[in-house]
């Protein structure tokens, strides 16, 4: 089940995403998880956890999606100095950073995947305050990869040589910005599925 607790409360969740876009030759994958509201205390809570670059966390490298996969994340400090952001936040009513921290991303080939994530986290909101456990048990599909910027034109071969170096060619189909709001991306072909 989908489900985020922090502390004893227990929410179900309406959004997961993990996503990967190609900057400056790095595939970087971003995560994001979004709690259905719930009062608690009379106060509307719908947190979200996040990371905005997985990549720049120590020894993260996930660049192939050709065959099942599982990686284990653990960082200690909530902010990576390296890369002066933080590892991961998450909002309840301000971000917040989530530290001492294991993330296991669990994946198939399908683009099906499993997320479990424990930590510690500070929410600041009484009775619940800083040090609180935070227990996130997700699954999602994973569509494909954002290969360029909002807007940008490039055709279907350049959009594959960004994408060769990181993850087997022939799986994707490439679906071009078609407006200045859109990113040229290109698309997980599944198993079975024609292009």
């Given at each position: 089940m989908?489900?985020?607790?922090?502390?004893?409360?227990?929410?179900?969740?309406?959004?997961?995403?993990?996503?990967?876009?190609?900057?400056?030759g790095w595939l970087v994958w971003s995560l994001s998880i979004a709690a259905t509201p719930q009062d608690v205390h009379g106060e509307l809570w719908r947190p979200r956890a996040y990371s905005e670059s997985?990549?720049?966390?120590?020894?993260?490298k996930l660049t192939v999606w050709n065959e099942a996969f599982e990686h284990e994340l653990c960082w200690t400090d909530g902010?990576?100095?390296?890369?002066?952001?933080?590892?991961?936040?998450?909002?309840?009513?301000?971000?917040?950073?989530?530290?001492?921290?294991?993330?296991?991303?669990?994946?198939?080939?399908?683009?099906?995947?499993?997320?479990?994530?424990?930590a510690k986290c500070d929410v600041f909101f009484d009775?619940?305050?800083?040090?609180?456990?935070?227990?996130?048990?997700?699954?999602?599909?994973?569509?494909?990869?954002?290969?360029?910027?909002?807007?940008?034109?490039?055709s279907a071969d350049e959009a594959s040589q960004r994408l060769k170096t990181h993850i087997k060619e022939g799986l994707f189909e490439f679906c071009p910005a078609l407006d200045e709001h859109e990113h040229p991306f290109m698309r997980l072909i599944r198993p079975g599925e024609d292009a």
């Open positions: 989908n489900t985020m607790r922090i502390a004893d409360l227990v929410f179900e969740l309406d959004q997961v995403a993990l996503e990967a876009s190609i900057q400056d997985l990549i720049e966390i120590e020894g993260v902010f990576n100095e390296k890369a002066r952001r933080p590892n991961a936040s998450l909002f309840v009513f301000e971000h917040t950073e989530i530290y001492r921290s294991t993330l296991k991303i669990k994946a198939e080939p399908t683009g099906a995947f499993e997320i479990t994530w424990r009775p619940y305050q800083n040090n609180l456990d935070l227990e996130i048990n997700a699954s999602g599909m994973w569509e494909g990869v954002v290969v360029g910027s909002r807007g940008e034109k490039i």
